[in-house]
C-alpha cells in the first residue's frame, strides 16, 4: 500500500502489469505506468489539478523532455494556458524525499527554458508553491496552489 498524502484521495485504477509490477492508469497520458511513489505522488496531484483546482486535463503534459545547456532533462507536469503558454511547472518526488534546495535548484534550471509564472514543488506530503516574477528576477512563495482560474487571468 502506498502512502497517504495530503491531497484530497481519489480512486485510480491499478493493475497487476504483464511484468508482474503494480501500474496505475494516468489520465493525462492514457496509458498504465509503473506505480513508483514518484508517480503515486503524481497521479495524486494531477488529479488535484484537475478535479480540485479546474486545470483543462487537455492542458497538462506529463514527464515530457526539455534540452537546458545541451542536456536532455525530464520535468513531471506542465500546465499550459489556453492560447499555448505554459503557466505552471510542477516537480514530484517521493514522500521519502525531503524537499531541499536541491528540488528547488532542479526545478528553477527548468524554468530557465519553460519561463512559468508559477512553480511548485510536491512530495505529496508538503507542498510548496512561488509565483515568479521574470523582470524582477525574483519570487514569491504563496500559502496555497492556485486554481486555474487564477492564472489565466
Known amino acids: 500500500m502506498m502512502h497517504k498524502l495530503n491531497l484530497p484521495e481519489f480512486d485510480p485504477r491499478i493493475?497487476?502489469?504483464?511484468?508482474?509490477k503494480r501500474e496505475i492508469f494516468d489520465g493525462i497520458r492514457k496509458k498504465f505506468v509503473r506505480l513508483t511513489p514518484e508517480e503515486w505522488v503524481r497521479q495524486h496531484f494531477l488529479n488535484f489539478m484537475v478535479s480540485h483546482l479546474g486545470f483543462p486535463a487537455s492542458l497538462i503534459v506529463v514527464e515530457a523532455e526539455l534540452t537546458?545547456?545541451?542536456m536532455k532533462k525530464r520535468f513531471d507536469i506542465l500546465a499550459y494556458r489556453a492560447g499555448g503558454s505554459p503557466c505552471m511547472v510542477v516537480e514530484c518526488k517521493s514522500t521519502s524525499v525531503e524537499i531541499t534546495q536541491a528540488v528547488f535548484d532542479q526545478v528553477a534550471m527548468y524554468n530557465?527554458?519553460?519561463l512559468v509564472?508559477?512553480?511548485v514543488v510536491t512530495n505529496g506530503l508538503t507542498h510548496y508553491v512561488c509565483r515568479i516574477d521574470h523582470e524582477k528576477r525574483s519570487y514569491t512563495f504563496l500559502k496555497e496552489i492556485p486554481a486555474y482560474g487564477t492564472l489565466i487571468q
Do not use: F
Not at 493493475?15 to 508482474?20: F, L, V
Open 15 to 20: 493493475r497487476e502489469g504483464t511484468n508482474g
Open 68 to 70: 537546458y545547456n545541451q
Open 112 to 114: 530557465m527554458t519553460l
Open 117 to 119: 509564472d508559477y512553480v
